[in-house]
């Protein structure tokens, strides 16, 4: 295998903590924020884990690099992140003043450096953002489609699953009903009910 570049190391953490996302069947997005060579921030998607809208990798990497850097100002980072960043994520990326972020892969539904808005090219904001798209993007493309595509197989067996469950229960009522029948019924035994035609 060729030499992994640095680059390339930082957005392969972000893939693994997308992973641990995807583990607990969250949408596998996995961010990290890199300072002086060095990883200072770390997150993954964890929105129904948490009940939290606010669980994004982008803002739990960003709550961790604020913490070690001691400053809500993230200058001299750049952030590694498997998607396109949503509105919020974005929001904060500029608001914390975030230099460069390393994208894998575009989001079209809601991605806001350039698909569905570039909040970090915004002449009218204060802070532009460096972008950089495409580092590992195939591998985290598909990351999300395999995701996905389980996700809707498993809707479909669990809907499978659920039917079964139903025609079971009907089976066993027409059992039920049929084991109420006493086999020393007279009106049976007389072989009534054959001649009611
Ligand atoms: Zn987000």
């Not at 990290?32 to 009940?51: L, S």
């Not at 001299?76 to 500029?94: K, N, Q």
């Not at 989001?107 to 204060?126: T, W």
């Amino acid at each position: 295998m060729a030499r992994m570049t640095q680059e390339e190391r930082f957005m392969r953490e972000a893939i693994r903590l997308a992973k641990k996302a995807a583990a607990l069947k969250e949408v596998p997005i996995g961010c990290v924020i890199v300072h002086d060579g060095k990883i200072i921030g770390r997150g993954y998607n964890r929105r129904i884990i948490d009940k939290n809208v606010l669980a994004h990798a982008e803002i739990a990497a960003i709550r961790k690099a604020c913490r070690v850097l001691g400053d809500w100002r993230l200058e001299d980072c750049t952030m590694y992140v498997t998607l396109e960043p949503c509105p919020m994520c974005a929001g904060a990326i500029v608001q914390a003043r975030v230099p460069k972020v390393v994208i894998a892969c575009m989001n079209p539904k809601a991605g806001c450096a350039g698909s569905v808005l570039d909040m970090f090219h915004e002449d009218g904001f204060n802070h532009q953002v460096e972008t950089e798209v495409g580092l590992m993007g195939e591998v985290c493309s598909q990351m999300l489609k395999d995701f996905f595509k389980e996700l809707r197989e498993e809707g479909k067996r669990k809907k499978k699953e659920a039917k079964d469950r139903e025609a079971g229960r009907h089976e066993e009522t027409g059992a039920g009903m049929s084991g109420d029948h006493d086999p020393h019924d007279p009106v049976h035994e007389s072989g009534y009910g054959d001649k009611t035609e």
